[in-house]
């Protein structure tokens, strides 16, 4: 950050010279004036060089920045390229007029944005531009040795099908690239409708994600493929209960694995337990005696109630198999269910709405 210094300088260079410039408007139309320095021209003299080597100080830095300014629009002219015949790079077939925007200055094959001049298909995706997410390797005199896409997204008009999701290409679809670079594996889309769970139809807007298997402490390897995340303010019903949020894990044939991080949309009586609408929920997976068995998580400001028993307050999980069996009590932490706090910053908007429970399931 520059100094006190160099500011007080910068304005005194400034003043300077709108003196200097008043003094030569003021010589140039006073005869009087003019008659004046002529008596004195010594001192008048010294007096403007003053001035002007004050106000130098502005005019030189003034320089530099346009300099400067020069120096980055060539570079930045360097990294724009376009096509002027159809070319294969990075693993794509480019057709003759795509505009690229290139990582390094010069070299089309590092591009990291692509705009073609007409939709092309790609990878199976009717696509309009190319975004690609590049590693740089570097040698031991930290020059750029080598530039790789490491993920590469396709954009595009409308809905369209990557790996067999349904996706909104305008928000665009990602793949991890291939030993070629190109688009390989699909990693990640914003889901649009049409996209199916058990029967049900998984909110448009979700986001999709490959997950390769969640692999835990200790090496284990979990069979989940695919996460879906559900905003919250977005429902879904999963195994008899409908729930806000959630992350949903599925398997490569696209059944339910596990579900983590939602809420009940509605109040649940199950087994004796009564909830509250908000309550966490998530499953047990590996955390219960039994995979398909729930996990409850009751909030500070909403206990669970069970019958005869008082209350389930905050910090306790309930693992309950869905015919209402209690597996256990157990403390948050051991279940991974974790306790964040929660800041509140003045002119921040509103956080989301949780999902309003539909009349007749209260």
């Not at 346009?66 to 077939?93: C, H």
């Not at 795509?98 to 705009?115: G, I, W």
């Not at 400001?301 to 869905?322: F, H, L, Y």
């Amino acid at each position: 950050m520059p100094s006190a210094s160099f500011y007080l300088m910068l304005v005194l260079s400034f003043v300077a010279g709108l003196v200097l410039v008043g003094w030569w408007c003021v010589l140039a139309l006073s005869r009087r004036a003019r008659g004046a320095f002529g008596r004195h021209p010594v001192l008048w003299g010294l007096c403007m060089a003053l001035l002007a080597a004050l106000a130098a100080f502005d005019v030189w830095l003034y320089l530099g920045y346009r300099e400067i300014e020069r120096d980055i629009a060539q570079r930045q002219a360097a990294k724009r390229f376009v096509l002027g015949e159809a070319m294969t790079l990075g693993g794509i077939r480019l057709p003759a007029g795509t505009r690229l925007e290139l990582d390094q200055a010069d070299q089309p094959a590092t591009f990291v944005r692509a705009e073609l001049p007409e939709a092309a298909v790609i990878a199976g995706v009717t696509t309009t531009s190319i975004q690609r997410q590049v590693r740089r390797d570097y040698d031991d005199a930290y020059e750029v040795r080598r530039v790789r896409a490491e993920e590469v997204t396709l954009v595009g008009p409308g809905d369209q099908v990557a790996d067999g999701w349904r996706c909104d290409a305008t928000a665009g679809i990602q793949f991890h690239a291939g030993a070629d670079e190109a688009p390989a594996a699909l990693y990640q889309c914003t889901l649009a409708g049409g996209n199916l769970l058990d029967g049900r139809e998984l909110p448009a807007a979700a986001r999709l994600l490959a997950t390769g298997g969640t692999v835990y402490i200790g090496g284990y390897r979990a069979d989940d493929r695919w996460r879906v995340d559900l905003s919250t303010g977005r429902a879904i019903e999963l195994r008899g209960l409908l729930i806000d949020g959630p992350s949903i894990y599925l398997d490569a044939g696209r059944e339910l694995v596990r579900v983590e991080s939602g809420e009940l949309v509605c109040p649940l009586d199950l087994g004796g337990i009564a909830y509250p609408a908000g309550t966490r929920v998530r499953s047990a997976g590996r955390d219960g005696s039994d995979t398909q068995a729930w996990v409850f998580s009751p909030r500070e400001d909403a206990p669970a109630t069970r019958a005869g028993q008082g209350e389930i307050t905050a910090g306790t999980s309930v693992v309950q198999r869905a015919d209402g069996e209690v597996l256990a009590l157990r403390r948050n932490d051991e279940v991974g269910v974790m306790e964040f706090m929660t800041l509140v910053v003045e002119g921040a908007p509103p956080p989301p709405t949780r999902s309003v429970c539909p009349a007749g399931q209260h």
